[in-house]
């Protein structure tokens, strides 16, 4: 017999070793038409192993099922519930705890359903697999680990069943989380009473402090009129309307009020945001031409969300639910405001509504009762709550104004305290009903300007003479506003057909974090959507602006335009998503984002997304980031305007088509002393830059 040899089969034989693949080959010698064959169990002549021998089937497959408590063993789940907190994860849950233990509001048993709910875990378990894949609910992408790997939550509820701030979330990425819960809010402002009664004389200091501030119409300008006062509805300064706007100050307001259904009342005010109240508030038609109520069930089998407080679907929320469940734990009045009378037929040239205007005030010392004297550690949290309720074919416009006053009481001894603003405000606009909803927040005094000036220059700065003085930098580190937190959650459901909102956020205020949630859900076909937003930050500042636009029914349109201005050494951050659900053909959706970094030193995140599973729609979204133009600039400033005042005007051009979307009362005349428009420059004239910028180059403000 010839010898015989082969050169590759040690090396096929490898391969097949390391891939794991099961087969038997045969080589073969041409030459000499010599075969040979291998087996699993064999050998060959060349001394080398030669396949893994052949596949299993599938019933052999399933006789060697790992069985529980044999082949491995069940995990205790609950004992790796906490493992993952870091020292951060504890002082939050802490932290959000003492604003849990401060006294119950007035909401009865919607806010012992509130903190029920905020008590109690979410159960640790794997998705379960439809096994019959005739199913409609069957889907082969299904979130599950191995049964013998220990079931951990997602972050934020390890220890409440709602997820409560943590800084390596995704919601909470950019926000100062560690700033926030280094401060004490624990304390409550006045005592829980349904009214604040105040003097004559001050109730007409505080009338007079909230004009100078822009807060106040008088009953000629406006339908109706509820004033707030660290909380607490103040009725002397207040225009109540029946079947308009009231305030609910008690458990018996709602259960006796005669404007609305009391059950619908509280399924309206027991809502909870991201989800985490599942049943939608009408059913929704899916691509099967079926109805949804659930809302984790949207787009499914294979799109959906998913449960609210899984794992696997924290990630897409804002952040916000724990804040609006705390809220209705602890408000202790609810501004509500009700259109029941239809506006008739729609006209475009018809001027539009008087607005309902709801002021929240926020004094120096927060309503605290010790605060005077030497400047409070400990702050204190307020909890503001407005419904507005548009039925169909209703006309109406809300102006909401938050804004910061002195005290009235013992106002010269009275320092600054910690404040945190948790707002929840609910809008529902039924079929033909159109709502415009104008929010403004404007507390917390002005930022230091110039702090992106290095401590040196700033001392040589024409508005900085004596090198003596604090440095801009000094003195905005040291400015009380920065220890304030203001929260907002705006939730808008568009409930029926041919339902227009039209809301509008502009964001101006002082405090050392900013946090403004928005989400519409359109749910019925044919409904429109508009969402205008400004945010403007300075000093060490920290912004931060969510948006979401959910189209769950087809033939919808929304319109979004949000303008971010960041200047000082501020930092900033936007992420708007729109979700188009499946069912939801032939939505029309725009998006775009626009930023402007004042300084080198600014910062800002702009996040727009789109998430569409329907097939037939025209959706558009964009994000620009830029300085001012310097060919901008140069021609105003030929034209005999100087630096400063020629940046003033490019920056009031950039924030000018948001604010003219705001109800024209709060406008008023460019020249006056106390519209929106004179506030608006004076707060854009402490933030114009002053020297050049390090990285020059042609950037496009507009």
């Known amino acids: 017999m010839s010898s015989f040899r082969c050169n590759r089969i040690p090396v ?36 080398v192993s030669i396949g893994l021998g052949p596949a299993e089937t599938e019933e052999e ?11 491995y063993e069940i995990p205790n789940h609950e004992e790796y519930r906490l493992s993952r907190r870091s020292k951060l994860d504890e002082q939050c849950d802490s932290w959000f705890q003492s604003l849990l233990d401060s006294p119950s509001g007035v909401l009865g ?19 379960e697999e439809v096994e019959d894949k005739n199913s409609m609910e069957w889907t082969p992408y299904v979130n599950t680990k ?32 560690s700033g926030m819960i280094g401060i004490d809010y624990r304390a409550n402002s006045l005592t829980c009473t349904p009214e604040q009664e105040y003097s004559a004389e001050q109730t007409e200091a505080l009338k007079s402090q909230m004009k100078a501030k822009g807060g106040w119409l008088n009953d000629d300008q406006c339908r109706a009129r509820l004033v707030y006062v660290n909380g607490q509805f103040v009725p002397t300064l207040s225009k109540t309307v029946d079947n308009l706007a009231t305030n ?54 294979n799109h959906n969300v998913g449960e609210a407080d899984s794992q696997f679907a924290i990630n897409t929320q804002q952040g916000t639910a724990c804040f609006a469940a705390l809220n209705t734990a602890k408000t202790t009045n609810v501004a509500f405001v009700h259109a029941a009378e239809p506006a008739g037929e729609y006209d475009e040239e018809a001027p539009p ?10 004094t120096k010392s927060g309503g605290s009762p010790g605060a005077s004297g030497e400047e409070q550690e400990t702050g204190v949290s307020m909890h503001p709550r407005t419904l507005i309720v548009a039925e169909e074919g209703s006309r109406l416009s809300v102006v909401q104004s938050i804004i910061d006053l002195d005290d009235v009481v013992d106002s010269e001894t009275r320092q600054h305290t910690p404040k945190l603003y948790n707002g929840y405000s609910q809008v529902f606009v039924k079929a033909g009903a159109n709502v415009t909803h104008s929010y403004l927040e404007e507390s917390g005094g002005l930022v230091t300007g110039g702090v992106e000036m290095n401590a040196d220059h700033s001392k040589e700065s024409p508005d900085n003479q004596n090198t003596n003085t604090l440095s801009p930098r000094q003195v905005e580190s040291e400015r009380p506003a920065l220890k304030d937190t203001h929260l907002e959650a705006v939730d808008v459901h568009c409930m029926g057909e041919e339902a227009n ?5 502009m964001s101006m205020g002082g405090a050392g974090r900013v946090r403004i949630a928005f989400n519409v859900a359109l749910l019925k076909g044919r409904t429109m959507a508009t969402v205008n937003g400004f945010s403007l930050a300075g000093g060490v500042q920290r912004t931060d602006m969510k948006t979401c636009i959910h189209h769950m029914a087809p033939n919808c349109v929304s319109r979004q335009t949000q303008k971010n201005m960041i200047g000082g050494r501020a930092v900033g951050s936007f992420r708007g998503r729109i979700r188009v659900e499946q069912a939801a053909q032939l939505t029309d959706s725009e998006q775009l984002s626009r930023s402007i970094l004042l300084s080198d030193k600014a910062r800002v995140w702009s996040v727009p997304s789109l998430e569409i ?62 519209g929106l428009q004179h506030r608006v420059i004076q707060r854009l004239e402490n933030l114009v830059p002053r020297g050049d910028r390090a990285i020059k180059g042609e950037f496009q403000s507009v």
């Open 109 to 127: 048993p919607i806010a012992e359903d509130a903190v029920k709910r905020i008590k109690t875990l979410p159960e640790l378990k794997n998705e």
């Open 501 to 505: 909102y039209e809301g509008t956020i």
């Open 61 to 71: 497959e399933k006789e060697k099922e790992l069985v529980a408590g044999v082949d």
């Open 353 to 362: 509504p008087l607005p309902v205007i709801i002021v929240n005030v926020q």
């Open 248 to 301: 609910i100050g008690s458990w018996q307001d709602v259960a006796a009020n005669s404007n609305i259904d009391p059950t619908e009342l509280q399924s309206y005010l027991g809502r909870l945001t991201d989800g985490f109240t599942d049943e939608l508030l009408v059913p929704v038609a899916n691509a099967y031409n079926e109805f949804d109520t659930s809302f984790a069930k949207l787009s499914a089998p």
């Open 613 to 674: 599973i329907a097939d037939d729609v025209q959706c558009t979204h964009g994000a620009t980031v830029s300085d001012l133009s310097e060919e901008e600039l140069f021609y105003l400033r030929s034209r005999g305007l100087n630096r400063a005042n020629a940046r003033n005007l490019l920056m009031y051009a950039f924030a000018g088509d948001i604010s003219s979307a705001v109800d024209p009362a709060m406008r008023m005349e460019v020249d006056s002393n106390e």
């Open 12 to 47: 096929l034989c490898c391969l097949c070793l390391l891939v794991g693949v099961s087969f038997s080959f045969v080589v073969r010698n041409t030459q000499h038409n010599t075969q040979i064959k291998s087996s699993s169990s064999s050998s060959s002549q060349l001394f």
């Open 146 to 177: 191995l049964p013998w790997t220990p079931l951990t939550p997602a972050f934020g509820v390890e220890a409440f069943g709602l997820p409560v701030p943590r800084r390596n979330a995704e919601t909470w990425r950019h926000f100062d989380v």
